[in-house]
Protein backbone atom coordinates (compact mmCIF):
# COMPACT_ATOMS: atom_id res chain seq x y z
CA UNK A 1 0.00 0.00 0.00
CA UNK A 2 2.82 2.11 0.87
CA UNK A 3 4.20 1.44 -2.54
CA UNK A 4 1.36 2.22 -4.31
CA UNK A 5 0.83 5.54 -2.77
CA UNK A 6 4.68 6.93 -3.33
CA UNK A 7 4.73 5.36 -7.26
CA UNK A 8 0.67 7.31 -7.04
CA UNK A 9 2.05 10.62 -5.36
CA UNK A 10 5.76 10.50 -8.06
CA UNK A 11 3.04 10.31 -11.12
CA UNK A 12 0.59 12.85 -10.20
CA UNK A 13 3.75 15.48 -9.00
CA UNK A 14 5.34 14.91 -12.57
CA UNK A 15 2.34 14.98 -14.14
CA UNK A 16 1.68 18.35 -12.70
CA UNK A 17 5.27 19.97 -13.39
CA UNK A 18 4.70 18.59 -17.26
CA UNK A 19 1.53 20.82 -17.29
CA UNK A 20 2.96 23.26 -15.20
CA UNK A 21 5.87 23.77 -17.92
CA UNK A 22 3.75 23.68 -20.95
CA UNK A 23 1.67 26.06 -19.28
CA UNK A 24 4.57 28.55 -18.91
CA UNK A 25 6.43 26.83 -22.41
CA UNK A 26 3.08 27.87 -24.12
CA UNK A 27 2.62 30.57 -22.54
CA UNK A 28 5.54 32.24 -24.01
CA UNK A 29 5.59 31.26 -26.99
CA UNK A 30 2.26 33.64 -27.00
CA UNK A 31 3.25 36.08 -26.04
CA UNK A 32 4.41 38.51 -29.11
CA UNK A 33 2.02 38.88 -32.01
CA UNK A 34 0.91 35.34 -31.92
CA UNK A 35 -2.93 35.15 -30.96
CA UNK A 36 -3.41 33.70 -27.11
CA UNK A 37 -4.44 30.44 -26.70
CA UNK A 38 -8.12 29.28 -26.74
CA UNK A 39 -9.32 28.05 -23.60
CA UNK A 40 -10.52 24.82 -25.29
CA UNK A 41 -6.53 24.01 -25.79
CA UNK A 42 -5.54 25.72 -22.37
CA UNK A 43 -8.09 22.59 -21.04
CA UNK A 44 -6.09 19.97 -23.48
CA UNK A 45 -3.23 20.38 -21.39
CA UNK A 46 -5.04 20.00 -17.79
CA UNK A 47 -5.99 16.81 -18.62
CA UNK A 48 -2.71 15.37 -18.79
CA UNK A 49 -2.67 14.26 -14.71
CA UNK A 50 -5.62 12.64 -15.07
CA UNK A 51 -4.26 9.86 -17.65
CA UNK A 52 -1.02 9.74 -15.76
CA UNK A 53 -2.95 8.91 -12.07
CA UNK A 54 -4.53 6.03 -14.05
CA UNK A 55 -0.94 4.79 -15.55
CA UNK A 56 0.08 4.91 -11.79
CA UNK A 57 -2.94 2.93 -10.44
CA UNK A 58 -2.19 0.18 -12.99
CA UNK A 59 1.56 0.28 -12.15
CA UNK A 60 0.76 -0.26 -8.93
CA UNK A 61 -2.06 -2.75 -9.35
CA UNK A 62 1.00 -4.85 -11.74
CA UNK A 63 3.46 -4.62 -8.60
CA UNK A 64 1.05 -6.12 -6.13
CA UNK A 65 0.00 -8.76 -8.40
CA UNK A 66 3.68 -9.42 -8.49
CA UNK A 67 3.86 -9.46 -5.02
CA UNK A 68 0.82 -11.52 -4.92
CA UNK A 69 2.20 -14.37 -7.29
CA UNK A 70 5.69 -14.28 -5.26
CA UNK A 71 4.18 -14.93 -2.04
CA UNK A 72 1.66 -17.69 -3.87
CA UNK A 73 4.80 -19.36 -5.35
CA UNK A 74 7.03 -19.56 -2.20
CA UNK A 75 3.31 -20.95 -0.26
CA UNK A 76 3.05 -23.61 -2.74
CA UNK A 77 6.63 -24.51 -2.79
CA UNK A 78 6.54 -24.37 0.73
CA UNK A 79 3.49 -26.75 0.76
CA UNK A 80 5.08 -28.91 -2.00
CA UNK A 81 8.48 -29.16 0.51
CA UNK A 82 6.28 -30.72 3.31
CA UNK A 83 4.07 -32.91 1.03
CA UNK A 84 7.13 -34.24 0.43
CA UNK A 85 8.53 -34.21 3.74
CA UNK A 86 5.63 -35.94 4.69
CA UNK A 87 5.89 -39.03 1.50
CA UNK A 88 9.21 -39.42 2.80
CA UNK A 89 8.17 -40.30 6.22
CA UNK A 90 5.96 -42.46 5.36
CA UNK A 91 7.50 -44.35 3.19
CA UNK A 92 10.11 -44.47 5.76
CA UNK A 93 7.60 -45.71 8.47
CA UNK A 94 6.28 -48.12 5.53
CA UNK A 95 9.60 -49.83 4.89
CA UNK A 96 11.02 -50.59 8.89
CA UNK A 97 7.59 -52.25 9.08
CA UNK A 98 8.35 -54.10 6.18
CA UNK A 99 11.50 -55.06 7.31
CA UNK A 100 10.57 -56.04 10.90
CA UNK A 101 7.90 -57.78 9.25
CA UNK A 102 10.79 -60.06 7.30
CA UNK A 103 12.74 -60.18 10.86
CA UNK A 104 9.63 -61.66 12.93
CA UNK A 105 8.95 -64.44 9.49
CA UNK A 106 12.63 -65.28 9.47
CA UNK A 107 12.42 -65.96 13.34
CA UNK A 108 9.34 -67.56 13.11
CA UNK A 109 10.60 -69.93 10.50
CA UNK A 110 13.11 -70.79 12.44
CA UNK A 111 11.49 -71.44 15.91
CA UNK A 112 9.24 -74.28 13.13
CA UNK A 113 11.90 -75.23 11.58
CA UNK A 114 13.57 -75.95 15.38
CA UNK A 115 10.89 -77.53 16.71
CA UNK A 116 9.61 -79.98 13.67
CA UNK A 117 13.19 -81.21 14.25
CA UNK A 118 13.25 -81.82 17.95
CA UNK A 119 9.18 -83.11 17.33
CA UNK A 120 10.86 -85.27 14.81
CA UNK A 121 13.87 -86.46 17.14
CA UNK A 122 11.55 -87.36 20.01
CA UNK A 123 9.55 -89.61 17.64
CA UNK A 124 12.76 -91.70 16.70
CA UNK A 125 13.54 -91.64 20.33
CA UNK A 126 9.91 -93.14 21.28
CA UNK A 127 10.21 -95.39 18.48
CA UNK A 128 13.40 -96.79 19.57
CA UNK A 129 12.19 -97.30 23.28
CA UNK A 130 9.01 -99.25 21.73
CA UNK A 131 11.56 -101.16 19.32
CA UNK A 132 13.55 -101.94 22.89
CA UNK A 133 10.48 -103.16 25.03
CA UNK A 134 9.39 -105.42 22.08
CA UNK A 135 12.63 -106.80 22.47
CA UNK A 136 12.60 -107.48 25.96
CA UNK A 137 9.35 -108.70 25.56
CA UNK A 138 10.04 -111.17 22.96
CA UNK A 139 13.07 -112.30 24.78
CA UNK A 140 11.25 -112.87 27.34
CA UNK A 141 8.56 -114.90 25.90
CA UNK A 142 11.29 -116.87 24.60
CA UNK A 143 12.53 -117.93 27.87
CA UNK A 144 9.23 -118.93 29.04
CA UNK A 145 8.85 -121.00 26.15
CA UNK A 146 12.16 -122.56 26.80
CA UNK A 147 11.29 -123.16 30.42
CA UNK A 148 7.83 -124.52 29.56
CA UNK A 149 9.33 -126.90 27.19
CA UNK A 150 12.15 -127.81 29.94
CA UNK A 151 9.22 -128.43 32.09
CA UNK A 152 7.49 -130.79 30.01
CA UNK A 153 10.08 -132.38 29.41
CA UNK A 154 11.63 -133.66 32.77
CA UNK A 155 8.55 -133.71 34.58
CA UNK A 156 7.90 -137.41 33.52
CA UNK A 157 10.73 -138.77 35.48
CA UNK A 158 8.72 -137.16 38.85
CA UNK A 159 12.15 -135.63 40.25
CA UNK A 160 11.62 -132.13 41.34
CA UNK A 161 15.40 -131.72 41.77
CA UNK A 162 15.33 -132.93 37.68
CA UNK A 163 13.02 -129.91 36.58
CA UNK A 164 15.12 -127.92 38.78
CA UNK A 165 18.19 -128.43 36.97
CA UNK A 166 16.36 -128.13 33.12
CA UNK A 167 15.24 -124.82 34.50
CA UNK A 168 18.79 -123.99 36.09
CA UNK A 169 20.70 -125.07 32.59
CA UNK A 170 18.16 -122.89 31.00
CA UNK A 171 18.62 -119.59 32.55
CA UNK A 172 22.44 -120.42 31.73
CA UNK A 173 23.95 -121.28 35.20
CA UNK A 174 25.79 -123.80 35.34
CA UNK A 175 26.13 -126.88 38.03
CA UNK A 176 27.85 -125.24 40.69
CA UNK A 177 24.82 -122.70 40.86
CA UNK A 178 22.47 -125.86 40.86
CA UNK A 179 24.27 -127.67 43.45
CA UNK A 180 23.66 -124.33 45.81
CA UNK A 181 20.11 -124.61 45.07
CA UNK A 182 20.24 -128.04 45.98
CA UNK A 183 22.12 -127.05 49.36
CA UNK A 184 19.43 -124.29 50.32
CA UNK A 185 16.56 -125.85 49.66
CA UNK A 186 17.24 -128.81 51.21
CA UNK A 187 17.25 -127.15 54.14
CA UNK A 188 14.78 -125.17 53.39
CA UNK A 189 11.59 -128.11 52.47
CA UNK A 190 13.66 -131.33 51.55
CA UNK A 191 11.86 -130.53 48.08
CA UNK A 192 8.95 -131.32 49.07
CA UNK A 193 6.52 -129.55 47.44
CA UNK A 194 3.58 -129.36 50.12
CA UNK A 195 6.62 -128.20 53.04
CA UNK A 196 5.19 -125.82 55.09
CA UNK A 197 6.17 -123.96 58.33
CA UNK A 198 4.18 -123.73 60.80
CA UNK A 199 5.16 -121.09 62.53
CA UNK A 200 5.71 -118.27 59.41
CA UNK A 201 3.14 -120.13 57.29
CA UNK A 202 6.17 -120.31 54.13
CA UNK A 203 5.13 -123.24 51.71
CA UNK A 204 6.21 -125.16 48.90
CA UNK A 205 9.73 -125.78 48.07
CA UNK A 206 11.37 -122.42 47.79
CA UNK A 207 9.16 -121.70 51.37
CA UNK A 208 7.33 -118.72 49.89
CA UNK A 209 5.75 -116.70 52.21
CA UNK A 210 2.69 -116.30 52.01
CA UNK A 211 2.58 -119.41 49.63
CA UNK A 212 -0.09 -117.78 47.50
CA UNK A 213 2.72 -115.23 46.00
CA UNK A 214 3.44 -118.34 43.53
CA UNK A 215 0.41 -117.99 41.93
CA UNK A 216 2.04 -115.50 39.69
CA UNK A 217 3.96 -118.81 38.49
CA UNK A 218 0.60 -120.57 37.69
CA UNK A 219 -3.17 -121.43 39.27
CA UNK A 220 -1.22 -125.15 40.63
CA UNK A 221 0.93 -123.58 42.92
CA UNK A 222 -0.33 -125.72 46.06
CA UNK A 223 0.79 -128.92 44.01
CA UNK A 224 3.03 -128.40 40.90
CA UNK A 225 6.51 -128.59 41.86
CA UNK A 226 7.45 -127.14 38.41
CA UNK A 227 5.54 -124.14 39.00
CA UNK A 228 6.77 -123.57 42.36
CA UNK A 229 10.68 -123.79 40.79
CA UNK A 230 9.66 -121.43 38.35
CA UNK A 231 8.45 -119.15 40.96
CA UNK A 232 11.54 -119.81 43.26
CA UNK A 233 14.42 -119.22 41.09
CA UNK A 234 12.67 -115.98 39.73
CA UNK A 235 12.79 -114.94 42.99
CA UNK A 236 16.37 -115.44 43.45
CA UNK A 237 17.62 -114.06 40.54
CA UNK A 238 15.26 -111.11 40.91
CA UNK A 239 16.58 -110.57 44.84
CA UNK A 240 20.36 -112.17 45.15
CA UNK A 241 21.31 -112.95 41.46
CA UNK A 242 21.97 -116.69 41.59
CA UNK A 243 20.84 -119.32 44.23
CA UNK A 244 25.01 -119.11 45.56
CA UNK A 245 24.45 -115.25 46.43
CA UNK A 246 20.96 -116.50 47.82
CA UNK A 247 22.92 -119.43 49.72
CA UNK A 248 25.18 -117.13 51.11
CA UNK A 249 22.67 -114.78 52.18
CA UNK A 250 20.93 -117.80 54.44
CA UNK A 251 23.56 -118.96 55.81
CA UNK A 252 24.24 -115.35 57.05
CA UNK A 253 20.60 -114.44 58.51
CA UNK A 254 19.32 -118.23 58.44
CA UNK A 255 16.62 -117.05 55.55
CA UNK A 256 16.95 -115.65 52.36
Same mark, same amino acid.
Given at each position: ?54 ? $? #? !?? &? ?6 ? /? @???? *?? %? =? ?45 ? $? #? !?? &? ?6 ? /? @???? *?? %? =? ?57 ? /? ?54
Amino acid at each position: MNNRISIRSIVIASATAVTVTGTALGAAAWSGDAPAPTTAAMGHYNATPVVGEDS $A #R !EL &AGGIAGEK /A @RQHA *AV %A =AARKAAVDRAHVLATAKVAKAKRERAAVLARQKAVAAERARKQALEQ $A #R !ER &AAARERAE /A @RERK *AR %A =AQKRATRSTTRVVGSGSAQSIARAMVADRGWGTGQFSCLVTLWNHESGWRVTAENPSSG /AYGIPQALPGSKMASAGSDWRTSAATQIRWGLTYISGRYGTPCSALAAWQAKGWY
